[in-house]
């Protein structure tokens, strides 16, 4: 049984083949291969793109699908084994996974970390349990890593620059009032690498991303070119850019102790057309949502160089590519 868990758990071969159906599929915006395919979405977090392109995903292919809010419009979920459940929650993680597998064709989790242990949240826990106890494929809908969003994000640079390779690719922290989550810089990394870009991380001193996605990121490029560099100078980091990709998240040196006065010294990371002038005419993009005139400014993300609603769109397609492939009909 196969999973999309983590975009690195894959050749690039297979996400190079993934690309390509998101492109069909692209063009083909209804078709039956999913009929009579249900896929049932955990939402412990708030969505607005990713429940509703996996639902249009699956109904656009003849499928349905159901999206649950543990502790909201459904029971809350306990996720410790071998816990006694004598708090507010009703339901245990392992009961609620076995059937829903017998319910469905596949299950979707989106479960953010805690914000309090890095050492215990960067186990993915809930997710590895979820793997463990589940009789159907299981997708990564954002836990400490974010894999389908890197893959709308490949498709969204491939179809301005065909080949990746060699391109500079710079994923560039900005400022944001709340210690947020670091999955979706986890997972860009580790996607530019695959694709072997020349990628730049710049973030200030202590803002680095785990070095378990560094190493990944550095094993990636030795596979299929490229390089890893890592910047504490934003202007630097920008020079020559292809292509920008812009993200918020908290330091782990902060985890569980987050200090707003400390992260605010970096207010002026935000994107401004004078950075972007930087690069080589560079694109930018963000997974969405995002904090206008704190992340990026308007100029910056209503440019012709701005993609956020192309990578938004392309979520839809690379969704379908993936559940196609996961249930077998691709």
Same mark, same amino acid.
Request: proline share 3%; hydrophobic share 40%; with cysteine.
């Given at each position: ?5 983590n ?11 993934l ?27 708030p ?12 109904s ?6 159901i ?7 459904s029971w809350g979920?306990d ?36 914000f ?16 463990? /106890? ?9 836990? =400490? ?36 989550n ?14 072997g ?28 070119g ?22 918020? /998240? #908290?330091?782990?040196?902060?985890? #569980?102790?987050?200090k ?7 207010k ?21 949502? =995002? ?11 209503d ?23 996961l249930?077998?009909?691709?």
């Open positions: 049984m196969k999973n999309y868990a975009i690195e758990d894959f050749p690039i071969e297979t996400i190079e083949a690309l390509d159906s998101a492109s069909m599929l692209k063009k083909i915006k209804f078709n039956n291969l999913l009929k009579n395919k249900t896929m049932v979405g955990l939402f412990f977090n969505s607005t793109r990713t429940r509703t392109s996996f639902d249009l995903a699956m656009q292919q003849g499928g349905h699908f999206s649950l809010e543990p502790g909201s419009k979920i996720f410790e084994e071998n816990m006694v459940m004598d708090g507010e929650n009703e339901e245990h993680l392992k009961d609620a996974i076995n059937v829903l597998s017998r319910y469905s064709d596949c299950i979707g989790v989106r479960c953010f970390p805690g309090l242990d890095w050492d215990y949240d960067r186990k993915d826990m809930v997710l590895q349990n979820i793997l463990k /106890w589940s009789s159907v494929p299981i997708i990564n809908m954002e836990t =400490i890593s974010h894999p389908c969003q890197a893959l709308a994000m490949l498709l969204t640079m491939k179809e301005k620059f065909n080949n990746l390779k060699k391109k500079k690719f710079v994923l560039s922290w900005s400022y944001h009032p709340k210690p947020l670091t999955a979706v810089g986890n997972s860009a990394l580790i996607a530019a690498s695959m694709a870009m020349d990628v730049t991380v710049v973030n200030p001193p202590y803002y680095d991303l785990d070095e378990k996605y560094i190493n990944i990121a550095k094993d990636f490029v030795v596979k299929n490229g390089t890893v560099t890592q910047s504490n100078n934003q202007d630097e980091g920008l020079a020559a850019a292809d292509f920008v990709y812009v993200k918020s /998240w #908290g330091s782990l040196k902060q985890y #569980g102790n987050f707003k006065e400390e992260q605010a010294k970096y002026d990371w935000t994107i401004t057309s004078a950075k972007m002038s930087l690069t080589n005419n560079g694109y930018i993009s963000h997974c969405l949502p =995002i904090r206008r005139n704190l992340i990026a400014t308007d100029e910056v993300l440019s012709e160089n701005s993609l956020i609603y192309e990578e938004a769109e392309n979520r839809l397609h690379v969704q379908k590519a993936i559940l196609n492939y249930l077998g009909v691709s």
